[in-house]
């Protein structure tokens, strides 16, 4: 059993004390409890900024696996550009400055010098610098930039780059994960010599993002592009995920853009085609956030915590030793040992819970709020009887299940092998329930509606949820329905994706024009 040299709570320490706070009393406060309990992140010293714990910091590198490997796997390959971008590169793409300049972090200085009191320090005046540069908010222009050097030929494309990186967006309200000042994300920028290629690439990174977001994250998402209103600062036209939390707002989870050739012709980036004529290349972009982390709390966790899906947490099985005496100390253990050897001879991130001065009912609620999904509980009984207790943290509850019922689905008591070579059908299991059950609460909560009234009814006095709507209404039509109900259009999604009747053609519900596609409505964050 290997030991625990880096503890994953503070010495002496378990889980918070106060309880957190019900999701029907306060679902705002109820996150950040949840964040809180689970020692996920904490507010920084510097305003909307948050330091992102240990604990959040392994989801975090477990996305980040699980979406590089698949930008791998489609051909892209991961660079690093520099955070400070100079203002004259932004001023190039007209609408990219207009949808960032607001959000700008500015550096006008180099040096600073003790005060003449020595009561601290200063700015130096005479450090400013000949042109001020901005802290990243985004990379498409220092990227240009350089694509400009490495692009003469079509023999040159495509490109195909990611990186990983924080940008700094300079936000007034935030929250954790959720909005910050600076966050951690993984932006993509390819370029290619045919639009039809760029297009593919926005589509297909939309895809990637889909499958990360069900397959990993448990999370339904619907997929589509959206309202010209709604695109990214610089693109022809973009795509989102949108994914319904537990208070039936929708969340933009991911974003993929095709460009164009706007920042192509903004920094002069042509080649030489196959036909020996020059020309302007094409471009793509997309990008996820660590607001991941925030749409996976809010997907999943309950009253008790956080849940994780199995293929997103750092601890998938968390066995706990029970005894008394230190005879049934060296049994116990012993017994732990040889089950955690087994379990990661599965391929399973095992831990064995060794702090001491802690009940094992203190650590059982220890896990269970940090929201590792499976704990193993062994004591001297156990051994003798070569069973083990098995404890899930989440059941996928059926009507009619009560308190008592819950719990016996919960816990099971199994022979050691047969625990062990269960464990991953278990985890596997969980995995396509919390799947499951954020499908049918997105599927409860969502509906075609086709009137004005239906639809003030729905958000005003049902709660709201996804609305499926028919819109052909302008971009100040948008604005009223955002100001009247706080709801705004998410995307338009592709078929198939939503209640029976949302696809074909209608009429607006606003305007009474005829609308082609249903588009995708909701309160959101």
Not at 146 to 154: D, G, H, M
Not at 159 to 178: G, S
Not at 422 to 447: C, E, G, N, V
Request: overall charge neutral; some cysteine; hydrophobic content about 40%.
């Amino acid at each position: 059993m290997k030991p625990e040299t880096q503890p994953r709570v503070p010495p002496g320490g378990g889980a918070v004390s106060q309880k957190i706070t019900p999701r029907a009393a306060d679902y705002a406060r109820w996150y950040l409890d949840v964040i809180q309990h689970a020692q996920l992140a904490d507010h920084s010293a510097v305003r909307g900024c948050m330091v992102i714990r240990p604990n959040g910091y392994a989801i975090w590198e477990k996305m980040q696996r699980a979406l590089d490997a698949r930008f791998k796997a489609t051909g892209h390959r991961n660079a690093y550009f520099p955070v400070f971008i100079p203002v004259s590169f932004l001023s190039k793409e007209a609408q990219h400055v207009e949808g960032f300049a607001k959000e700008c972090a500015v550096v006008t200085h180099h040096r600073l010098r003790a005060k003449g009191d020595k009561s601290g320090v200063e700015v130096d005046p005479e450090s400013k610098l000949e042109e001020p540069l901005i802290v990243r908010p985004t990379s498409e222009t220092i990227i240009w930039s350089a694509y400009k050097q490495w692009i003469q030929s079509y023999r040159d494309l495509p490109i195909l780059i990611n990186q990983w990186v924080n940008v700094v967006r300079w936000e007034m309200r935030t929250r954790l994960f959720l909005r910050t000042a600076e966050f951690l994300w993984q932006e993509g920028h390819t370029a290619h010599a045919t639009e039809k290629e760029a297009v593919e690439e926005t589509r297909r990174m939309l895809d990637v993002y889909r499958d990360f977001s069900e397959n990993v994250m448990a999370m339904p998402v619907i997929c589509g592009p959206k309202t010209p209103g709604e695109r990214f600062a610089g693109a022809v036209e973009s795509f989102s995920i949108e994914a319904m939390m537990q208070d039936r707002r929708a969340l933009q989870a991911g974003t993929s853009h095709y460009l164009g050739q706007n920042f192509a012709k903004a920094f002069d980036v042509q080649f030489l085609n196959a036909k020996g004529e020059r020309e302007h290349v094409y471009a793509a972009s997309w990008g996820v956030s660590t607001r991941l982390i925030g749409a996976l709390i809010m997907t999943h966790s309950d009253d008790l915590g956080l849940v994780l899906p199995p293929r997103l947490a750092d601890i998938q099985v968390v066995v706990v030793p029970i005894f008394k005496t230190e005879a049934e100390k060296t049994l116990v253990l012993e017994a732990c040992e040889r089950t955690i050897r087994a379990l990661e001879a599965h391929n399973l991130e095992a831990h064995c819970d060794l702090r001491e001065g802690m009940t094992p009912g203190a650590k059982y609620y220890d896990w269970e709020v940090k929201g590792v999904p499976l704990r193993i509980e062994i004591g001297p009984r156990d051994v003798e009887s070569g069973k083990l207790v098995l404890v899930r943290r989440f059941v996928l509850e059926e009507p009619g299940d009560d308190e008592k019922a819950i719990r016996a689905k919960k816990k099971q008591f199994l022979s050691r092998d047969e625990a062990v070579s269960k464990t991953p059908a278990i985890l596997d299991q969980m995995q396509q329930q919390l799947y499951q059950r954020a499908l049918a609460f997105r599927s409860k909560h969502s509906r075609t509606v086709d009137s004005l009234e239906e639809y003030e009814r729905f958000f005003k006095k049902e709660g709201g949820g996804f609305a499926w709507t028919h819109w052909a209404g302008s971009r100040e039509d948008e604005e009223m329905m955002a100001k009247k109900y706080q709801t705004s259009i998410r995307n338009v999604p592709f078929e198939r994706q939503g209640p029976p009747g949302s696809d074909g053609a209608g009429k607006c519900i606003l305007t009474g024009k005829p609308s082609a596609r249903r588009v995708l409505m909701s309160e959101a964050y």
